[in-house]
């Protein structure tokens, strides 16, 4: 069954080192504040700053499971703005992605192992229940569809087109969705290993960028037909009107020089969300401060939508959590329709001439319906989400 | 949606053919492999041998990629190979991943990498093909699938998931086929958890209906299929419905039920609750090992009868519980077959195949 029913979003959660809520990293953008410093969750030689959550919550310390406590924090947070109590009577589904909690890569574990003396299987059993949104839903009680995406750094934004899908199709009436990552060892060498981590902050779209800076955090929407939140009396200016992905197919971590996937995601949400380019307020890009990425991205989009689109990476304010960006971005882009404004593109001072547009550099007013969350990955993937805002409501 | 092509590759070889094959020969005994941390240093599993494989022209160009991006690849490429579409790949095909365990081979490759060389000394193609979706990016890149491409992970009910998830998008006309389906690997790690948490079956045999106690033998391998609503294509059947915990009553018994009981779960009793003594049962994991992406190739095995209109005996029939099971090969007007699975938390599943 295929239904045109508005989906709107009735709860927004977020927590990242720009703050534990949407309240405090708004603040944080608007103040320009940059939480950034050196690793303080694992011993490393290495000295690239991160983006760390500080100072969580203790009734939210999962021991050997951050990422899932992050996304309780925004999980709650938005149930808690869409009025949702106890889901246990109702059609919900969870879909959420990661990278680190899909992976059984505890060093401690195997290092044990190695040493054949592994005794403990603490943590193998902590892996195996710890599927993201397997714990989420039995954690609330939801009894809809569970996926976890594990599409590397667009993870977040597939998990909410999935959701998407899932509504408008009516697996569930409602669906808790975006992605969650925890700051971990592993990325964090693997990363440095790919020569694209930053001894610096990062500089999304910057001349002189020198590559990311890795963060933690989860971000959160609640998506529920209209039909649904009116049911409840919940009403929202917010709705998910589109979402696309496509695959480069060009290689496994460089994404393609001329944006195949990203344009085509771009123009197949734009689609689904029945508006044309002249229509997005902004763009918040993926704009990891990576050299190949923001070039790319900018070219796509000084194309699809001309040099004047107000455009920023709210990277610059949380790092790069990738699972966790998608969900972190979406729910920014949302605030931003909402607010009516966005904040200057932290890190940006200089222009790029290979990039034939660039990011606001100031607190910047937003009188638009719709706007763009983008994210790119390894593996080419490329996913976009179009969020619009009914003014009046 | 429809099945418009399947592809495989599990320890009895590479392709539907193969499938058939070991169906008709029914249970072989398992490999001994290698298990350095496994008191008497080996245990049984089924193994893909890459090597013995009959045509490995697709791999050329991934040289560097693991065994999971491998296998991966190659049952995908049979898969729209089996379809028989030409232009299948001109139309709009979306790719659907589904594992339980990802590349954690290659992770804990990387993790070697760490604690032997130090942080600053790791290798970036170790990382970057430690990454979950590196398999999908290399059947990406293989076969030039630029639709939207997802990897999922669910555990046992990965390959549900990855099903439900096709249907929604040809519904909604995101792809005009979807390509979903399932990877996991052997790896010793795994495969010492899973000796040191459940049995591992000392005389080589799952067996499916024994319920409790359990016993287990690690499998490895790939199962893509090519789904969509057109009547192209080499059709085996249709998907009538995929359900996760609760499932509508259908009202009338399906000619077969296969089950996903192998050993992972210390206690199987709950598939009691999907049999009927009406109704023929059947259980194939002894054929391609224990895994959590089972469901794929029971369901593989299924789609074959259904469009071959055959039957194949389960592969190993010890029964104590007095279950009707399948016990002869043969042909059979079969019009549908549920594949039933349970994850730890007992939830059910449903995959209802149906005669087009």
């Given at each position: 069954m295929i239904m045109n029913e508005s989906i709107q979003i009735t709860g927004l959660g977020v927590v990242s080192a720009a703050g534990l809520d949407l309240a405090a990293a708004l603040l944080s953008f608007e103040q320009g504040v940059r939480n950034a410093g050196p690793v303080s969750l694992f011993p490393t030689v290495m000295h690239y700053p991160v983006f760390e959550v500080k100072h969580l919550p203790p009734e939210y310390r999962l021991e050997g499971w951050r990422t899932l406590s992050l996304a309780c924090i925004a999980v709650d947070q938005a149930l808690k703005e869409a009025e949702l109590?106890?889901?246990?009577?109702l059609r919900v589904g969870v879909c959420l992605g990661t990278t680190v909690a899909s992976q059984l890569n505890d060093l401690e574990f195997y290092r044990s192992y190695r040493k054949g003396k592994t005794e403990s299987m603490a943590a193998v059993d902590r892996f195996l229940k710890g599927n993201l949104s397997e714990y989420i839903a039995r954690r609330i009680g939801a009894r809809g569809p569970q996926l976890t995406v594990v599409n590397a750094c667009s993870s977040g934004t597939d998990a909410i087109g999935v959701a998407l899908s899932w509504v408008k199709s009516g697996l569930c009436d409602i669906a808790i969705a975006g992605g969650s990552d925890e700051l971990n060892h592993v990325p964090y060498c693997g990363f440095a290993s790919l020569g694209i981590a930053n001894q610096e902050l990062c500089a999304p779209f910057d001349r002189d960028r020198k590559g990311l800076n890795l963060g933690e955090g989860a971000g959160v929407l609640i998506i529920e037909k209209r039909s649904s939140a009116l049911l409840r009396g919940k009403a929202s200016d917010l709705f998910l009107a589109g979402y696309g992905s496509s695959n480069d197919a060009y290689h496994l971590t460089a994404p393609s020089p001329e944006g195949v996937g990203l344009r085509a995601s771009f123009i197949t949400a734009m689609r689904e969300a029945g508006i044309e380019p002249q229509q997005v307020g902004f763009v918040n890009t993926h704009?990891?401060?990576t050299h190949d990425n923001d070039l790319v991205e900018g070219k796509v989009m000084a194309d699809l939508f001309g040099p004047g689109l107000k455009m920023l990476s709210t990277k610059g304010y949380t790092g790069h959590t990738l699972a966790a960006a998608g969900g972190l971005e979406a729910v920014y882009t949302a605030a931003g329709l909402r607010a009516g404004w966005i904040p200057a593109s932290a890190g940006f001072r200089t222009r790029d001439e290979a990039i034939p547009m660039a990011p606001v550099q100031e607190k910047t007013l937003i009188k638009a319906s719709y706007a763009i969350s983008t994210s790119m990955a390894f593996g080419g993937n490329n996913a976009a989400l179009v969020i619009g805002r009914e003014a009046g409501l | 949606m429809k099945i418009a092509g399947i592809g495989l590759v599990f320890a009895q070889g590479l392709g539907m053919g193969a499938l058939e094959t070991a169906l008709n020969r029914g249970w072989v005994p398992p490999q001994e492999v290698e298990a350095p941390h496994i008191p008497g240093g080996k245990t049984p599993a089924y193994l893909v041998n890459l090597e013995a494989l009959p045509d490995r022209s697709v791999l050329k160009k991934i040289r560097r990629s693991d065994k999971l991006s491998k296998m991966s690849v190659l049952a995908a490429a049979d898969a729209l190979r089996d379809c028989g579409i030409a232009d299948i790949t001109k139309r709009k095909l979306g790719l659907i991943v589904a594992t339980a365990f990802g590349p954690h081979v290659t992770t804990f490759g990387f993790l070697d990498d760490i604690l032997d060389h130090?942080?600053?000394?790791?290798s970036p193609t170790t990382f970057s093909n430690s990454v979950h979706n590196a398999a999908a990016s290399y059947v990406c890149n293989s076969l030039g699938i630029n639709g939207p491409t997802l990897t999922i992970t669910q555990f046992r009910f990965s390959f549900q998931a990855a099903l439900q998830l096709a249907q929604t998008w040809i519904d909604q006309g995101r792809c005009d086929y979807v390509l979903a389906g399932v990877v996991d690997q052997y790896g010793d790690v795994l495969g010492y958890v899973a000796d040191h948490k459940l049995t591992t079956a000392k005389d080589g045999k799952i067996k499916p209906f024994t319920f409790k106690p359990t016993c287990q033998i690690p499998g490895e391998g790939a199962a893509f299929f090519l789904l969509g609503r057109e009547n192209r294509g080499n059709i085996y059947c249709g998907i009538d419905a995929v359900h996760t915990g609760q499932a509508p009553d259908r009202g009338k018994p399906e000619d077969l039920t296969i089950i996903d009981a192998d050993g992972m779960l210390p206690d199987e009793t709950m598939y009691r609750g999907c049999l009927s003594p009406d109704v023929p049962a059947a259980a194939y994991?002894?054929?391609?090992?224990?895994?959590?992406?089972g469901s794929a190739f029971n369901t593989a095995a299924g789609a074959l009868m259904i469009k071959k209109q055959l039957l194949f005996a389960t592969p190993v029939a010890d029964n104590p519980a007095g279950i009707r099971l399948l016990v002869e090969n043969g042909p059979a007007s079969v019009a549908s077959i549920l594949c039933a699975g349970y994850n730890c938390y007992s939830e059910r599943s449903e995959i209802l195949l149906t005669k087009v």
């Open positions: 109590g106890d889901v246990s009577g704009g990891t401060g | 130090g942080d600053a000394a790791v994991a002894p054929l391609f090992g224990s895994m959590m992406i």
